[in-house]
Nanobody, 124 residues
Framework: QVQLVESGGGLVQAGGSLRLSCAAS????????MGWFRQAPGKERELVAA????????SYADSVKDRFSISRDNAKSTAYLQMNNPKPEDTAVYYC?????????????????WGQGTQVTVSS
């Protein structure tokens, strides 16, 4: 079992910045692909970004490319999502997820473990 706890959400102004953290426990963190997803009211959960075990390959949704950055610190068992220049349309509950594998999986159903989510609200 892997337990994931997100933190860092809150209210941010458009054009500002925010960093989300996802602390993992329970298994060897470096064995898991990590993903950040988000879900806005009335919408499906969608991938924001994913990062493979070593951090050498990353994948992003087109809507956040060049604004958001995913990273991981395997020594701290923590994944991060740096949100720069957020827009009101980025408002959602953000979830981190983990799966044992070797690719930057893009579908929610491919991930095994999930955090409880953290709300991010971007004001205009």
């Amino acid at each position: 079992q892997v337990q994931l706890v997100e933190s860092g959400g809150g209210l941010v102004q458009a054009g500002g910045s925010l960093r989300l953290s996802c602390a993992a426990s329970g298994r060897t963190f470096s064995n898991y692909v990590m993903g950040w997803f988000r879900q806005a009211p009335g919408k499906e959960r969608e991938l924001v970004a994913a990062i493979i075990l070593s951090g050498g390959r990353r994948s992003y949704a087109d809507s956040v490319k060049d604004r958001f950055s995913i990273s991981r610190d395997n020594a701290k068992s923590t994944a991060y999502l740096q949100m720069n220049n957020p827009k009101p349309e980025d408002t959602a509950v953000y979830y981190c997820a983990a799966v044992s594998g070797y690719s930057t999986y893009r579908r929610a159903e491919e991930y095994t473990y999930w955090g409880q989510g953290t709300q991010v609200t971007v004001s205009s």
